[in-house]
């Protein structure tokens, strides 16, 4: 793989999971800390959210321009704080627990891809993860520049223009914490309100 971009995605409300779920700890991290961890390689790396507070030394974060502006918006105010744009960028929501588990497989299926495809996606069980990918940075640039409006646009919107290369991970639960069931699965414990 050569050299590609990163962006984490933790702008959200968590209005339903009741506590921000960048902050939720699993596997003796947060989350927030998993996902930053996944991008080591990264030649840029950007949190589209909000500052937390102790994160890593030289953690950059690019809060959604607007405020809670949906996933769109956090993917653009993320290419914004790109300056030197590799050839890819990976995009990845932070409530995944499991997606250090996919980083190594997006990697690997964007660096054998044709010129024709703009995206690897991944499927986790016959449902398309579009906030799990790697894509080509020129492409999505464009693609978020074709929008009407930023704010609460759809993020499969955003990506029908890109041409898609899917793959599947056997063995790993690659579904979101979007409510307190969801931790519950993945054993991750709610912290007090």
């Known amino acids: 793989m050569g050299t ?3 962006i984490i995605l933790t702008g959200g ?3 339903r999971m009741g506590s921000p779920k960048q902050r939720l700890r699993y596997a003796g991290a947060t989350l927030l800390h998993r996902a930053y961890a996944a991008c080591t390689g990264a030649r840029a790396l950007v949190v589209a959210g909000p500052l937390e507070p102790d994160s890593p030394a030289g953690m950059r974060f690019a809060p959604e321009d607007p405020p809670f502006g949906g996933p769109v918006a956090g993917i653009a105010s993320g290419l914004l704080a790109i300056d030197d744009p590799a050839e ?3 995009v990845l929501a932070v409530d995944h627990p499991e997606l250090p ?3 190594p ?5 964007a660096s054998g891809l044709t010129d024709d495809i703009d995206s690897v996606l991944v499927d986790h069980g016959g449902r398309t993860q ?3 990918g790697m894509h080509r940075q020129r492409s999505l640039r464009r693609a978020v520049q074709d929008l009407d409006q930023i704010r609460n646009a759809s993020v499969r919107q955003l990506f029908s223009p890109l041409r898609t290369h899917t793959i599947e991970l056997a063995g790993i639960d690659l579904s979101d914490v979007d409510e307190p069931p969801d931790a519950d699965r993945f054993g991750i414990a709610l912290p007090p309100h």
């Open 130 to 132: 579009t906030l799990l």
């Open 105 to 109: 497989a997006l990697l690997g299926a």
């Open 88 to 90: 890819w960028v990976l």
């Open 13 to 15: 409300r968590s209005s």
């Open 4 to 6: 590609f971009d990163a």
């Open 101 to 103: 588990a996919a980083v």
